[in-house]
C-alpha cells in the first residue's frame, strides 16, 4: 500500500534515502560484482533511485521505501550478473552460485541480510582505504562512495576546488582496476593506518553535516546521523572496536547533542554564547561520556580523544561565561602538538581569547598561514577586533568573510555583525 506525496516531498524522500541508503547498496554490489565494477554498482544504485522517483511520483511511496529499493536493486544486479555470464570473472568468490539459477537469486538475497550490509560496508571502508590509494584520494573516495557526499562538499571539507577531488576520486578508481583490489577488512599492522583514513573521512562527514557547505541549510542531520551510524558500526566488531574509534564516537555524541540550539524558529545562528543549553539533548551527552569513558580505558591519545574531551568541557559547564576556558585552551595546546594544521591553530587561538586575552589570540591569529581563502578565518579576526574596540578592522575582517561563504544563515550573522560594527561607530 502506498500514498500520494507531492512532487518535492518524493524528491526529499529520495534524497534522504539517497544519504542513508545508497552506501549500503554500493557496497552490496561491490562485493558480489567485483570493487572493480565500482562504476556498475553505483550506475544500479543510480537507476534505481531514478526508478524510484519516477514510479513513486505515479504510485505514491511504499510503505517501506527501504525494502523497495533494495529490491530494485537486487533486480538490477540479477539481470546484470544474467546479461554478462562472466561469473568467474565478474565475481570469483560467488561465480558458483551465480551460474545456477536456482542459486543466483539467493545469493543475491542472502548479501543484501542486515548483518551482510553492514559487514559489505565494513569492508567497503578498508577497500576505499588501501594502501595503493594515495591518502588524499582514498578519503575522498569513501565520502563520495559510501558516504554520498558530492565533488563540492568534499572539495569544502578539503578547503580546495572541485576538479582536484574529481581527479583525486578517477584516480582512486583507476588504481583499484589495475590493482585489483578486493573488499576485505584488514589484519594485524595494516588495520591501524587504514582504521586511521575511515575515521578521518568519518569526521568529515560529520563536519559537512555539522556545517553544511549548502547555501540554504546549515545544519544536515541526515550526514551527522550517517556519520555517527558508521562509526558505531566499527565498534561493534572486534578488529575496529579501538579507543580512537570511541573516542570519534563520543566527539561526535557531544557535538550532535546542540544541533537544535544552534538555530532559532526562524533559522538564523545561535551562537554557542548564545545557546539555551536546556535544548542540549542530555542523553547524547550521556552517550558522549559513556564512549569517553571506553576510550580512556587505555594510554592511548588520539586526536579524537583531545577533541571530546574539550566537547565534554562544552557540554558540563552550566553557562558559557562558567567554561572551563583554561583546560580547553590546554586541550588545544595539546592537539596542535600531535596535529598542527591551520584549523586546530585557529581553534586554539579562538580559546585563547577566552582563556587568556584577546590581545594573546590576535597575536596568534596572524601567524597563521594558509587561511587567507577560509570565512571562518576571518571572521575569527572580526571577532577578536572587535572585542578590541577596533571596529572598522573588524568590520573589514567580516566583509571578506561575507564574500567567501555561500551559506545564507553565515551571511546574515555576518550582515549583522557588520551592521554592529557601523552601529558602533
Not at 14 to 20: A, G, K, P, S, W
Not at 183 to 192: A, K, M, R, W
Not at 205 to 227: H, Q, T, V
Request: charged residues 20%.
Amino acid at each position: 500500500m502506498a500514498f500520494v506525496q507531492p512532487k518535492e516531498t518524493i524528491q526529499s524522500t529520495i534524497d534522504h534515502l539517497f544519504r542513508h541508503e545508497s552506501g549500503k547498496m554500493v557496497s552490496v554490489l561491490s562485493r558480489l560484482l567485483g570493487l572493480q565494477n565500482l562504476e556498475t554498482a553505483q550506475d544500479i544504485v543510480q537507476d534505481t533511485l531514478l526508478q524510484a522517483m519516477n514510479t513513486w511520483g505515479f504510485n505514491g511511496v511504499p510503505e517501506n521505501p527501504p525494502a523497495w529499493l533494495y529490491r530494485v536493486a537486487k533486480n538490477k544486479a540479477i539481470d546484470f550478473l544474467r546479461r554478462e555470464k562472466k561469473f568467474k570473472e565478474i565475481s570469483p568468490q560467488y561465480s558458483y552460485l551465480l551460474q545456477s539459477e536456482y542459486s543466483l537469486a539467493s545469493t543475491v538475497n542472502n548479501l543484501f541480510l542486515e548483518n551482510e550490509i553492514q559487514d559489505s560496508q565494513l569492508r567497503m571502508m578498508f577497500a576505499c582505504t588501501h594502501p595503493a590509494i594515495a591518502e588524499e584520494s582514498q578519503v575522498a573516495l569513501t565520502l563520495k562512495t559510501l558516504c554520498g557526499l558530492s565533488t563540492g562538499e568534499i572539495a569544502r571539507a578539503f578547503l580546495t576546488n572541485e576538479e582536484t577531488i574529481s581527479k583525486r576520486i578517477y584516480r582512486a578508481k583507476e588504481k583499484i582496476k589495475a590493482e585489483k583490489i578486493e573488499l576485505t577488512v584488514p589484519q594485524g599492522v595494516e588495520l591501524p593506518e587504514r582504521l586511521d583514513v575511515v575515521l578521518k573521512s568519518l569526521y568529515l562527514l560529520f563536519n559537512e553535516g555539522y556545517n553544511s557547505s549548502n547555501p540554504d541549510k546549515l545544519i544536515r542531520e541526515d550526514l551527522c546521523e550517517e556519520a555517527m551510524r558508521l562509526a558505531f558500526l566499527l565498534t561493534t566488531h572486534g578488529v575496529t572496536n579501538l579507543p580512537k574509534t570511541n573516542a570519534l564516537l563520543s566527539l561526535m555524541c557531544f557535538q550532535a547533542s546542540r544541533l537544535q540550539a544552534r538555530l532559532d524558529d526562524e533559522g538564523n545562528i545561535v551562537l554557542l554564547k548564545y545557546q539555551s543549553r536546556s535544548k542540549w539533548h542530555q542523553p547524547l551527552i550521556k552517550r558522549g561520556i559513556a564512549y569517553l569513558e571506553i576510550a580512556s580505558a587505555t594510554p592511548e591519545i588520539s586526536s579524537y580523544h583531545l577533541e571530546a574531551a574539550i566537547a565534554s568541557l562544552h557540554a558540563s559547564a552550566p553557562s558559557f561565561e562558567q567554561t572551563d576556558w583554561k583546560s580547553i585552551y590546554h586541550l588545544y595546546e595539546l592537539l596542535y602538538e600531535i596535529q598542527p594544521a591551520p584549523i586546530v591553530a585557529l581553534n586554539k587561538a579562538i580559546a585563547c581569547a577566552y582563556a587568556i586575552s584577546n590581545q594573546s589570540a590576535l597575536s596568534q591569529l596572524l601567524l597563521i598561514k594558509g587561511l587567507d581563502n577560509y570565512y571562518l578565518y576571518h571572521t575569527s579576526m572580526g571577532e577578536i577586533y572587535f572585542g578590541l574596540k577596533e571596529r572598522q578592522k573588524a568590520k573589514d575582517h567580516y566583509e571578506k568573510a561575507l564574500l567567501l561563504t555561500a551559506s545564507r544563515p553565515e551571511q546574515q550573522l555576518l550582515i549583522n555583525k557588520i551592521n554592529n560594527c557601523e552601529a558602533g561607530q
